[in-house]
């Protein structure tokens, strides 16, 4: 029996179209946000807000910011909707110091939230946590990324090295090209399980490496809903938490947090001590914390919670106590964060390299000149004393940013000085990183790779806050020395002993990226060849 009509599907249809109509209006409720506020706005589209060619897969998120940060040329900030949620894009450096810095209490945490039931290892660690915890764990962990810990920890990346000039000599005596993103992606592999988990996997020999396959799993999203799932981490995180969408795979944190406490339980026994960061973390399980006895060390870890414990007190940085998933999820976030980083600036910096053949023989030239005046022994200080070669990798940086965009959550009303807007609590703030480093108004010919832009004289032309490869203020990453580290040591390794060039199958620039990564990758894969150097 129909209810409206004489006719069931006279009735359906109603029932479809009316809910239609209030679907529409309830998604285009705050399309006019900005506009009531005077703020310049990417137009809206219903059901698709101003991100359509992000959820279409056409564009990634640091891509898509790019573009309109070109695009609001005069602006300091300007609007956008994440289908009906209104964000904050910030293209003002004054006001990039104040959200990450000078204001830093009120815009500390992420935007992301997705469930710690469902995602543990993906939301406990020092990327995912929030306020108390988050600042705590940071107090936590700061002594882990010392100099001093770099340096005791520099022998094992150095091995990786090693390895990885031995593979490059098989396909440099074969002539064959090779996938430079994938030989570095296992060099990683290989570096941070040594670093992070104690376990040696040999990802650069074996391709049917475990280890190497939970990567891939976790950065090339194949399937649609591991690409979806992957861009709603940063500007849909409502909707992973509506439907407890999970991010990484419960076969891939079961293996995770088997391998942790197989290797806690084993070193126990064993008394076996290899300067890494499981050491490290079993001090903190053990004792609560790690001390430093080195007065350098101790100088960066203070200035290094002088930033966290901002208007915090220290006392209260212990009530939150660490158990379980907490451990597992910090050794985690470095697995991911230290392989995904550093395997994606030695791809670009070797493509790079390999197209400014002029820029490599003056890096080789460092490199070799150095390590000869050190009798040929590589230690952690050679490695961060040679100029160029940091000029080479902050350019590397500044031209292919591994996070092309920064975000975070407004955690109180917040009237940015100097205009009558006030961001409101909860409004997400994105910082375009990609677009920044690429202004023509901050780096002169922006498409050009130039290192001399970092030397002594040119880098202090650079704006302040116009160079944001490792974030800034509270949350700037506490892995960067260690992620320098381990490109720097590759790239040593690899100059030392080949020239790179391109091949008939390499990508010509400008490259393009994957729509749907986690960070900024190219679509092509960077293929080169490299011949012994006499």
Known sequence: ???????????????????????????????????????RSVRPKPFLGSISSILLLRESIGCWLARNYRETVGEKFF??????????????????????????????????????????????NLFGLKGKKWRH??????????????????YLVDECGKQLASCLQQSASSGKPVNVKETMARYSTDVISSCAFGVNTNAQVDPQCEFRAVLKRVFERESLFDKIASIMVFILPFFLRLFRLKVIAYDIEDLVRKMFWDVVEQRRKTGESRNDFMDLMLKIIDEGEVRSEDANDQEEINKDNSYSLTGFSKAES?????KNDDFVAQAFVFLLAGFETSSSVLNYALYELALNPDVQEKLRTEVTSTLAASGGKMTYETVVGMTYLEMVVSETLRKYPTLSFLERMCLSDYKIPGTKLTIEKGIQVMIPVLGIHSDPEYYPDPTKFDPERFSAENKSKIPPYAFLPFGEGPR???????????????LIHVLRSFRVRACAVTPEPPLTYQPHALTHTPRENIVLTFTKVD
């Not at 212990?318 to 660490?322: A, G, K, L």
């Open 1 to 39: 029996m129909a209810i409206l009509f004489n006719s069931w599907l006279l009735d359906a249809t109603s029932i479809l179209v009316t809910g239609f109509v209030i679907l529409y209006f309830y998604i285009t409720r705050n399309f006019n946000y900005w506009e009531k506020r005077g703020v």
């Open 79 to 124: 609007g956008a909707y994440f289908v009906d949620k209104p964000a904050l894009v910030v293209r003002d450096l004054e006001l990039v110091k104040n959200i990450f810095v000078k204001d830093a209490h009120a815009f500390l945490d992420r935007n992301f939230s997705a469930r710690e039931d469902v995602d543990p290892l993906f939301t406990k």
């Open 137 to 154: 764990l940071r107090v936590k962990l700061s002594p882990t990324f010392t100099s001093g810990r770099m340096k005791k920890m520099f």
């Open 318 to 322: 212990t009530d939150f106590e660490m």
């Open 476 to 490: 700037i990453c506490i892995g960067m020395r260690f992620g320098q580290m381990q490109v720097k040591t590759a």
